[in-house]
């Protein structure tokens, strides 16, 4: 709908596993960006990328690795998690990083659970 | 479902009547805000926003109030309608998207 998707939407892993988020965005947006909601908290941003180059890392864990191989798409790499790094991970973009482009996008989330 | 919602303040308010959101924000030099809704299942989704030199911004429906010297910020949705049922949250920026600070959230209960 927002022209942002995310897959899985959903995702069940070990403290053991590794997995990866995946962001898509049909936009032709040049800024990407990764955000946690957990249900008690603020949404919290993690990463942002510009033009394919990383701006950002919000002291995030080295146990979350993004990567962003074109201004399409963004991934989260997720090794070693925590039962407290479940909650909902939101990927965004927009046209530039600075507020006074266009709108900023979101996609529907994925929502992690770590046992 | 989705757990967004939980544990936050509620509204609650009869369809037709108006709404007020407010939102307390922290940093007086942030310059821009926009107020988000959050439905069940999806992705925070673009309101309304205001820049700091503004006090008032009109949408459709939708009214964005901001007080500088309070550091308050609130959202007024006219004729309320069960479609508006979400949480929503505000934001606060200081030089762009990378340098935010969210609120937590209100979930707004239409009652038909």
């Known amino acids: 709908e927002t022209g942002v998707t995310q897959t899985p939407r959903h995702l069940v892993m070990g403290m053991t596993n590794k997995k990866s988020l995946k962001c898509e965005q049909h936009?032709?947006?040049?800024?990407m960006y990764w955000y946690k909601q957990s249900a008690k908290k603020p949404l919290e941003l993690m990463f942002v990328?510009?033009?394919?180059?990383?701006?950002e890392n919000n002291s995030v864990p080295s146990r979350f690795s993004p990567e962003c191989p074109n201004s399409s798409h963004l991934f989260l790499h997720l090794h070693t998690l925590q039962p407290e790094d479940s909650a909902l991970y939101l990927c965004?973009?927009?046209?530039?990083?600075?507020?006074?482009?266009?709108?900023?996008?979101f996609g529907p989330g994925t929502r992690l659970l770590v046992l | 479902g989705e757990s967004v919602g939980l544990h936050l303040p509620t509204l609650s308010v009869q369809e037709g009547d108006n709404s007020i959101i407010n939102c307390a924000y922290s940093?007086?030099?942030?310059?821009?805000f926009i107020w988000y809704k959050q439905e069940s299942g999806k992705g925070p989704q673009f309101i309304i926003d205001?820049?700091?030199?503004?006090d008032k911004r009109q949408g459709q429906r939708v009214t964005v109030l901001l007080n500088k010297t309070v550091k308050h910020l609130s959202l007024q949705i006219a004729a309320t309608q069960p479609g508006d049922s979400a949480v929503y949250f505000c934001?606060?920026?200081?030089?762009?998207?990378?340098?935010?600070?969210f609120g937590t959230g209100t979930k707004l209960q239409v009652i038909p």
């Open positions: 965004a973009s927009s046209q530039d990083q600075r507020e006074d482009q266009e709108t900023q996008y």
């Open positions: 936009l032709g947006h040049n800024a």
């Open positions: 990328y510009n033009f394919k180059e990383q701006t």
């Open positions: 940093n007086s030099a942030s310059d821009y």
């Open positions: 205001i820049r700091s030199n503004m």
């Open positions: 934001a606060e920026f200081y030089g762009g998207y990378q340098k935010v600070t």
